[in-house]
Structure formats: structure tokens, C-alpha cells
């Protein structure tokens, strides 16, 4: 059993940076490969960014691509998401989540995650 909780997320204005942490309990979270994703009103769980267990691999959506970079501490651990020239588009509340079945690699569809936490709101401003 995993336990995953966010935070960091907060108000903003356009073009500036925030990081989101995760942090999970349990001992094989080491193996785990860890996704982000977010979510605002009456829309569906949007992927944003996902990393491997040992950390060597990452993949975004093409959305952040290039402003968010995902990261992760085995030993504390953590999962961070660091976002930079952070626009409008990315106000939601963020969650990060489990694979479900590691041996099929990173997937960017919501219901192939479990374990999500209660989430982090970020919120940009013109």
C-alpha cells in the first residue's frame, strides 16, 4: 500500500515558478514509477509528466514540455515537479499517482495510476 501526499502549490503570477512535491510512504516506492497530472472543473485528468523508478527517464506532455521537469529522491522519498514560465493554462489542482503495473512502463492515461493524493491547487495569474 502507497500513500501519496502533494503540496507546494499555491498562487502565482504568469511567468513564474513553483514546485509541487509528493511525498510517499511505503518501502518499494523506490520501484515505482511515479506520474503527474492535473485537473480543473468538469474536465477529465489531463497527464502532465511521469518519471521511472530509478529516475534515468522522464516524459511530459507536450502542454509543459520544456517549462516542468519532474524529479525524483529515493532516498527521502519524493517526487518533485518543478514548474517554470507558468502560464494561465496551467491553473488546476495537481495530483501525482502510482503505475499501476510497472512492467508496462510509463503511461499517460489516468486510469493505469492508483494511489492518487488529495492534490495541490495551483492557481496563475495574468
Known amino acids: 500500500q502507497v500513500q501519496l501526499v502533494e503540496s507546494g502549490g499555491g498562487l502565482v503570477q504568469a511567468g513564474g515558478s513553483l514546485r509541487l512535491s509528493c511525498a510517499a510512504s511505503?518501502?518499494?516506492?523506490?520501484?515505482?514509477?511515479i506520474g503527474w497530472f492535473r485537473q480543473t472543473p468538469g474536465k477529465e485528468r489531463e497527464f502532465v509528466a511521469a518519471i521511472n523508478a530509478n529516475g534515468d527517464y522522464t516524459y511530459y506532455a507536450d502542454s509543459v514540455k520544456g517549462r516542468f521537469t519532474i524529479s525524483r529522491d529515493n532516498a527521502k522519498n519524493m517526487v518533485y515537479l518543478q514548474m517554470n514560465s507558468l502560464k494561465l493554462e496551467d491553473t488546476a489542482a495537481y495530483y501525482c499517482?502510482?503505475?499501476?503495473?510497472?512492467?508496462?512502463?510509463?503511461?499517460?492515461?489516468?486510469?493505469?495510476?492508483?494511489?492518487w493524493g488529495q492534490g495541490t491547487q495551483v492557481t496563475v495569474s495574468p
Open positions: 499517482g502510482v503505475v499501476r503495473n510497472p512492467k508496462r512502463g510509463l503511461t499517460t492515461r489516468a486510469h493505469e495510476y492508483a494511489y
Open positions: 511505503g518501502r518499494t516506492f523506490s520501484s515505482q514509477l
